[in-house]
């Protein structure tokens, strides 16, 4: 299964590097989303985007910055993270982001910040 | 927002037998309730959903109840086997958001 696929699957980083996971879905769906997931916590909802135009931003820290420059394409660009933003990174779409929608996850990227 | 509390956080079962997880939500604007089954180190993938204007759904050996007047909903998996060992997560969609339970760790014993 190809619908969503994130890049890179595992990544390193220090506290002061520059880095970007990749996103891209070959559903042709409308919105795209970034979620995070931490051991025993519910799944965190990022950022959506919704036609390439950002509808949500939930309250997330400035150091990680979303880009979507295109329907199929999503970005989050990290810079100068903390230990605690160690987790996993879901990306995810849906055709449209009204209720019943069905959201798509991809594989996720695993991020370590030493 | 929306609060969505799930139990049990972990489950173990005898292969064979039922597994029941149960989530409550707070929005009773919340009209869309789909479960997610997250394999170890996979995606999560939808496996059954409910809409507000229904009270069960079946698929095979899975199943999904709501009550709204009490704001829960429940995920059954019957004759469970050991495929069905992954972390599952219910979820309640409002504000045009999913907002999702902790997930549950279920673990079929051979």
């Known amino acids: 299964e190809t619908g969503v696929t994130q890049t890179p699957r595992h990544l390193v980083m220090g506290m002061t590097n520059k880095k970007s996971l990749k996103c891209e879905q070959h559903l042709g769906h409308n919105a795209m989303y970034w979620y995070k997931q931490s051991a025993k916590k519910p799944l965190e909802l990022m950022f959506v985007y919704s036609l390439e135009e950002r509808v949500e931003n939930n309250s997330v820290p400035s150091r990680f910055s979303p880009e979507c420059p295109n329907s199929s394409h999503l970005f989050l660009h990290l810079h100068t993270l903390q230990p605690e933003d160690s987790a996993l990174y879901l990306c995810?779409?849906?055709?449209?982001?009204?209720?019943?929608?069905?959201?798509?996850f991809g594989e996720g990227s695993w991020l370590t910040v030493v | 927002g929306e609060n969505v509390e799930q139990h049990p956080s972990t489950l173990s079962v005898q292969e064979g037998d039922s597994a029941v997880i149960k989530c409550t939500y707070s929005d009773s604007a919340s009209n869309y309730f789909p479960w997610y089954k997250q394999e170890l180190g996979k995606r999560p993938q939808l496996i059954i959903d409910i809409r507000s204007n229904v009270g069960e759904k079946k698929d095979q050996r899975i199943a999904v109840t709501l009550n709204k007047t009490a704001k829960h909903f429940s995920l059954h998996i019957t004759e469970t086997q050991p495929e069905d060992s992954a972390v599952y997560f219910c979820?309640?969609?409002?504000?045009?958001?999913?907002?999702f339970g902790a997930g549950t760790t279920v673990t079929v014993r051979a």
């Open positions: 979820a309640a969609f409002t504000d045009y958001k999913l907002s």
């Open positions: 995810a779409s849906s055709q449209g982001q009204g209720w019943g929608n069905t959201i798509y």
